[in-house]
T-cell receptor
């Protein structure tokens, strides 16, 4: 596609619910990254994939967070048993390589009530 | 010490002036440096990247990198009100995992006054 797409754009979840956020990267980009952005802060790294391999998940804040990219294209970030502190914008980015320019999708704004 | 530091601003400049945005980083091994622009409620948009010491110009934007001083800057010439946004500096830094990942500063808010 022309750019990175994410869905849903907005998600409201009750505390304790599970959510799944989807990212469709730019066609041909082998690297895919997930970030969390709190209000007034820069994006914080969560995890990244090269093709289907998850090379680093050190930024995931707890074991409630899980990401996958089974076919090396679309990725899903899943948050189990959501908590209020999970409320943030979740950004996905893709790039040709691990250290090159990253292009962001529009983000998913998650609000946990 | 934060890995990537920026002055939060706001930096206020008159229309037509040069806006100078600065960023320092702590990882001496970093090789890739990026500037993103983020409008309120939108996602970051890549505007410049630089990999070598010196200046890199693209239209009204110039990125400057000084690895010895661990300093990267962004100059915006002929600033326009539409340039008003938060500018994020991002550096490819070495994590505890031994892998590199993009680390962002908190951003500098730029206001261009008409």
């Amino acid at each position: 596609g022309a750019g990175v797409s994410q869905s849903p754009r907005y998600k409201v979840a009750k505390r304790g619910q599970d959510v799944a956020l989807r990212c469709d990267p730019i066609s041909g980009h082998v690297s895919l990254f997930w970030y969390q952005q709190a209000l007034g802060q820069g994006p914080e790294f969560l995890t990244y994939f090269q093709n289907e391999a998850q090379l680093d998940k050190s930024g995931l804040p707890s074991d409630r967070f899980f990401a996958e990219r089974p076919e090396g294209s679309v990725s899903t970030l899943k948050i189990q048993r959501t908590q209020q502190e999970d409320s943030a914008v979740y950004l996905c980015a893709s790039s040709f390589g691990l250290t090159g320019e990253q292009y962001f999708g529009p983000g998913t704004r998650l609000t946990v009530t | 010490q934060k890995e990537v530091e920026q002055n939060s601003g706001p930096l206020s400049v008159p229309e037509g002036a040069i806006a100078s945005l600065n960023c320092t980083y702590s990882d001496r091994g970093s090789q890739s440096f990026f500037w993103y622009r983020q409008y309120s409620g939108k996602s970051p948009e890549l505007i410049m990247f630089i990999y070598s010491n010196g200046d890199k110009e693209d239209g009204r934007f110039t990125a400057q990198l000084n690895k010895a001083s661990q300093y990267v800057s962004l100059l915006i010439r002929d600033s326009q009100p539409s340039d008003s946004a938060t500018y994020l500096c991002a550096v490819n830094t070495l994590k505890d995992t031994g892998r590199r990942a993009l680390t962002f500063g908190s951003g500098t808010r730029l206001q261009v006054q008409p």
